[in-house]
């Protein structure tokens, strides 16, 4: 099943059509107040580690290092993803972020990472039954 899961900036009218939509960036958007966002919540442990996003900002690292340096802190927390993957499964999810150019911040890195996640999470489930009376009968064969 394909998720769907967009991108978008905060400072972009909300829509409709958004779905649930989570700030997921680590900071607070500048000029914003909570209560005229619309969001489903504000979600900060998936975005990049302060080091890392103060690196990207500096122009110390480029864009294809941070993505995989952040990619990896994502790897040694994959419950960071949860949260997005919850969403994600209810209906449409909307990443947002205050980044000026989001095809180039952790947006579209994070976006991949929670469908990655819930690829592996399917494939993982093909197997099982889908109902509890399904899974006991499951649990009773292979025994």
């Not at 972009?12 to 960036?25: F, H, I, K, P, Q």
């Not at 469908?115 to 889908?130: G, H, T, V």
């Amino acid at each position: 099943m394909r998720h769907d899961i967009r991108c978008k900036r905060i400072y972009a009218e909300a829509a409709d059509d958004d779905g649930a939509r989570v700030l997921v960036d680590r900071l607070w958007p500048r000029g914003k107040r909570r209560d005229t966002l619309a969001l489903t919540q504000w979600y900060r442990d998936a975005s990049p580690s302060p080091v890392l996003r103060r690196q990207k900002h500096r122009g110390e690292i480029d864009d294809d290092t941070f993505a995989g340096r952040y990619r990896d802190e994502i790897d040694r927390d994959p419950d960071c993803l949860l949260p997005l993957m919850r969403l994600a499964r209810q209906g449409r999810l909307t990443l947002l972020s205050a980044a000026r150019d989001l095809e180039h911040s952790h947006v579209p890195v994070l976006r991949q990472a929670v469908l990655d996640a819930l690829d592996a999470e399917d494939r993982d489930c093909e197997d099982l039954p889908a109902s509890a009376p399904c899974y006991a009968t499951y649990n009773e064969q292979r025994d």
